[in-house]
């Protein structure tokens, strides 16, 4: 119905359409989504990239949800613990071991901070050491701290087949803290379309956004290659150079993402300066154009310069997933009041 409203008679969804179509599933737009929190200013996933975050006045929190052995919901992005904890030192027999490995209080022995400053000593600070991981319901605590900035969640399903049953204890943990009540406040994503679906059961009225990239899993590649296969060692400069096989290939992704009850997509964006945040460009605007005329919102991952949130801008994009949401909201015109250092210190980092 809403679709039928939105498409104009050419067909296309201009950015007012798709405007409106953000605002009816309680969306701002276009969206600032803090990616694993303010993450280029502070360790992913950690108190102070959150609190940064929310006081910098991003949309939304985003966070990976895993859980742990005992079954208690945890924000953590990899499939294991090695790059962001010491868990090679407290637990070496283990330190490969999934997050499902590990009980609560052992992931809240780690220490989740001392790696930001290590690879990050420009932005370290010893306030950082002995971060640690967050639960989800203490990123619900972080969001609701701040009523004058109020952000909402932006929940990823990550490694779900591990996690049997995940979907249905996020909307336990949801609707125990009231969080399903307000349109828009919560917004559901997974790059496997069977946990989106399942999302969609457990949770019917939450928006919900299928992650889109090239490869395996997800688009079939025009180069039928992986990373892996093509031997090349710039991940970035392999990506950049990575298409859908077809359009008929990437608008099936479309759909997919339709009949798993998504109302967007959250596609991959090559970046100006490549690096590892760079994937094959899927926004292109062709590409954002068939998505919009399904009647579907697009947020594009992860993009930090203002160049790039440029391009991606144009290209008809109707929000970013980012590590720098200062730079963002200040791209945007909404500048935060205070910036990045300044905000972290008011919180003792
Ligand atoms: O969730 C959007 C984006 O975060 C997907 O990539 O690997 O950072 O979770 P990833
Ligand atoms: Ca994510």
Known sequence: MICALLLSAGGQVQAGEAAALAKAQGIPYPAVIAHRGASFDAPESTAPAYLLARDLGADYLELDLQRSRDGVLVAVHDDNLLRTSDVAQRFPERKGSPVSAFTLAELKSLDA??????AYPERARPAFVGQKILTLDEV???????PAKAPGLYIETKVPNLFPGIEADLQAALQKRGWLDRPGRVVLQSFDRGSLALLHKAIPHVPKVLLLWV????????????????GEADKAAFYARQQPKSKAEFERWLDYA????????????????GGAQSYADLVQPWMNNMTHDKGLLVHVYTVDDPVDFKNVMEAGVDGIF????GELLRYYGR???EDEGALLRAHGY
């Open 113 to 118: 901070g001392s790696w930001y400053n290590q």
């Open 140 to 146: 619900l605590d972080i969001a609701e701290g701040n």
């Open 215 to 230: 490869g395996k899993g997800s688009i079939e590649p025009a180069s039928g290659q992986s990373f892996a296969e093509s």
């Open 258 to 273: 339709k009949a798993a009850g998504a109302i967007g997509t959250g596609p991959s964006a090559a970046l100006s300066e």
């Open 322 to 325: 980012t590590n720098r949401s």
């Open 335 to 337: 500048p935060p009041s």
